[in-house]
């Protein structure tokens, strides 16, 4: 019995700290969103805590992330957030201006777009954001930028990190029109309660989906006052759309259990039983 427990045990650590982050699953959705253009079908690329440098997870793993967003054809791909990550147990640190360097080779037909997540921050938010910039990412913090889709406008609003940013969503759609679809793009999903009806969809990324899911009881320990109701997926509440994903490297402790790197595909279209946002 205690030959079967101890292989046990070497098995589940074999799994969580080195065969799960090393992997990149592909999770596709399909929202139906208030406030979308009638007719309309938008793919969205949406991937977030990148943490380029954390174990399993070095610029070779970047850049199998974006074979595999370009593979989705996105019409816009959307980054929620902690590109780099510093002290971590068992990596070692990527310069921005090295992840910038991969990341531009995604290809969105209409744009690619981010915001700044804490670790971010904590390196250098000015010196993310010229390496993200130079490598033709559009960052918005705090800002909202129109983009073209096929015959419809988008604004894409970028709010600044909850934690360590100052968040201003009033900024971020400060120059939307009315009537006009809303994206909400921000790192940590602590500030969905404040988005307004009017997004039709706010996404984000932080909490790694606990990053260890323990079965019949939940996720591990997520960073979130709020615990884990807004873990990873898609969460409506009173109407508003928010979709989270797990991200793909790790922080802190180079682990993964039942909550494997992914890309995540979005598929928007109209929610034609939904209210429509107001103006």
């Known amino acids: 019995m205690l030959l079967l427990l101890l292989a046990t045990a070497v098995l589940l650590a074999a799994w ?53 967003v370009n593979e989705t054809l996105p019409d816009l791909v959307l980054i929620a957030g902690d590109l780099t990550i510093d002290n971590v147990v068992g990596g070692r640190f990527v310069p921005p201006e090295e992840i910038a360097e991969d990341l531009a080779a995604l290809d969105a037909r209409y744009g690619v777009f981010a915001v700044l997540g804490n670790h971010d921050r904590w390196l250098s938010a000015e010196r993310v954001e010229k390496a993200l910039s130079g490598a033709g990412i559009t960052v918005l913090d705090n800002r909202g930028r129109r983009a073209r889709v096929r015959n419809h406008d988008v604004w894409i609003a970028g709010v600044a990190d909850f934690w360590t940013g100052h968040p201003s969503i009033d900024d971020a759609l400060d120059g939307a029109r009315p009537g006009e679809p809303v994206i909400v793009v921000t790192h940590n999903p602590d500030i969905f309660p404040e988005v307004p009806p009017r997004a039709s969809l706010t996404l984000a990324g932080h909490t790694h989906g606990g990053q260890v899911l323990i079965p019949f009881v939940g996720p591990g320990i997520t960073p979130s006052r709020f615990g884990d109701r807004y873990a990873a997926g898609h969460v409506v509440e009173d109407g508003r759309h928010l979709f989270v994903t797990t991200g793909v490297g790790t922080s802190r402790l180079g682990v993964r259990f039942l909550v494997p790197p992914e890309v995540v595909a979005l598929r928007l279209t109209r929610c034609e039983s939904c209210e429509s946002p107001p103006e």
């Open 16 to 68: 969580a700290f080195w065969w799960e982050p090393g992997r990149l699953v592909l999770r596709r959705a399909d929202l139906e969103v208030p406030g979308w253009p009638e007719g309309e079908e938008t793919r969205i690329a949406l991937i977030a805590d990148l943490h380029v440098g954390s174990p399993r997870n070095g610029r070779d793993n970047l850049r199998r992330v974006v074979r595999r």
